[in-house]
């Protein structure tokens, strides 16, 4: 039966989700744990990429070589970026790019080599799901409250996010980034460490991938502070509607 999977990066982001799944069977593969059962009718396996860019390649390329997944979904956090982009809120995936990827002069900066451009794109119909899924899943949980103050309503964003292998946490290190991304042509709204990964690999096999992030921090210099309590108390609520959502929608 073809599978949907379903990644994450951190336990806390996926705990959620597991909860969700029917007759969870365990797997063990590549130093990982894959969690196969049903959710909605729907066969699904969850896993975790781990952080960063090359544990998320293997933990896909696993899934798909070892559990005939024809669809890939990630849910994670992210630091915010683009302008407006603020703690709590949601951007769905368009496209991925890796921003520590260069390899200049040989390629333009950015540009991933031999695939002939810098930009990894999200499957639109699977992305178009999902961020209906986001709207319903979000209209069903209530507000939160974090480091002292309720979040405003979570606005949704849809467009670039930026992955690469650093935890940014320094507000001159982002704009930095951010500078160097836009002089080359390319605005994301959010950055993190797994995205771009997951989707190249879903890429080379074909295989449609669509992904969300909550906002746990704005990238800079408080980027740490209260990170695990959000990924608990916001960002793992925030997946389990939105999945629970696009389940009924597949
Ligand atoms: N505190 C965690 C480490 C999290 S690393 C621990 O102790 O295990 C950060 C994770 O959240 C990555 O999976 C990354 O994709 C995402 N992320 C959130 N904010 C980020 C930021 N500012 N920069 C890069 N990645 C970020």
Not at 132 to 148: K, N
């Amino acid at each position: 039966m073809r599978t949907l999977a379903i990644l994450s990066a951190l336990p806390d982001e996926q705990s959620g989700l597991l909860q969700q799944l029917e007759q969870p069977e365990r797997v063990q593969r590549a130093g990982r744990t894959f969690w196969r059962g049903h959710w909605h009718a729907h066969a699904v396996v969850l896993a975790l990429t781990k952080i960063g860019k090359v544990a998320a390649a293997t933990t896909t390329t696993t899934l798909i070589e070892a559990f005939d997944v024809d669809r890939v979904v990630f849910t994670g956090v992210a630091g915010g970026m683009g302008a407006g982009v603020g703690v709590g809120d949601v951007v769905v995936a368009q496209n991925f790019v890796q921003h520590d990827m260069d390899a200049s002069p040989l390629f333009a900066r950015y540009e991933i080599p031999e695939h002939g451009s810098a930009i990894l794109t999200c499957d639109v119909q699977l992305t178009a799901l999902l961020l209906r899924a986001v709207q319903a899943g979000l209209a069903g949980v209530g507000r939160h409250f974090h480091q002292g103050q309720w979040l405003p309503a979570a606005t949704v964003h849809t467009g670039l996010v930026a992955s690469g292998d650093q935890f940014v946490s320094e507000a001159a290190a982002a704009r930095q980034m951010l500078s160097d991304l836009q002089a080359a042509g390319f605005s994301p709204l959010a950055v993190e460490m797994e995205g771009a990964a997951v989707a190249q690999v879903c890429h080379d096999y074909g295989v449609p991938f669509a992904a969300v992030r909550t906002i746990s921090d704005r990238a800079d210099d408080s980027a740490h502070a209260d990170f695990s309590a959000f990924v608990t108390q916001v960002a793992g609520p925030y997946a389990r509607a939105v999945i629970g959502q696009l389940m009924t929608l597949l």
